[in-house]
Each structure stands twice: as C-alpha cells, then as structure tokens.
C-alpha cells in the first residue's frame, strides 16, 4: 500500500509542477506579447516620424525649386515685355513719322 500511496503523491506532484510550469509560460507567453506589441507601436511610431519628415524635407525642396523656376518666368517675362515695348516705340516713332510725311 505504501507504494501505491507514493506513487500516488508523486503523481500529484508532478501534475502540480506541471501546473506550475503551464503557468509560468503563460505569463511569459503574455509579458512576450506585451513587449513584442510595445515594440512594434515604437517601431510604426518612429517610421511615422521619418515619414513626415522625408514629406517636410520634400516639400522644401519642391517650394524652392518652384521659387526658382518662378524667378526664371518672372524674368522673362519682364524681358519680353520690354522687347514688346521697345517695339511698340518704335511702331510709335514710325507712326509719328508718316504723320508729319503726310500733314507736310
């Protein structure tokens, strides 16, 4: 009977520290996950991060080159009014001349 009884309390003890290491993983199992999720939340936070600045950092750079480029048409712009005036003056100055030709 003694071995019965043994074999018994053995069997109970190994179900109780099965139990125990069940649990245990279970709480590493979580605390894994916990900590896993906490690294991916930091992770997605800092690509967000250099998401908005790589978008800053081309905004930038597209305003200033769409400032140059208005610079460029600004000054040609200007050039070329000043031809179509210079040529204006000159149909002006002709027109004076037929003017005077015609009255004298």
Known sequence: MVDISETIG???QAESDADSIIEDANKKSTEMIQ???LKVEEDVEKAKEEAQD???HIL??????A???ATIITNQS???LKDSLRGSQ???DDAADVIIETVL
Do not use: P, T
């Open 78 to 80: 200007e050039s070329d």
């Open 54 to 56: 790589e978008v800053k």
């Open 90 to 92: 000159n149909k002006i």
């Open 67 to 69: 400032g140059k480029e």
């Open 60 to 65: 930038l750079a597209k305003e200033e080159e």
């Open 10 to 12: 053995e069997i109970r």
């Open 35 to 37: 900590e896993a999720r």
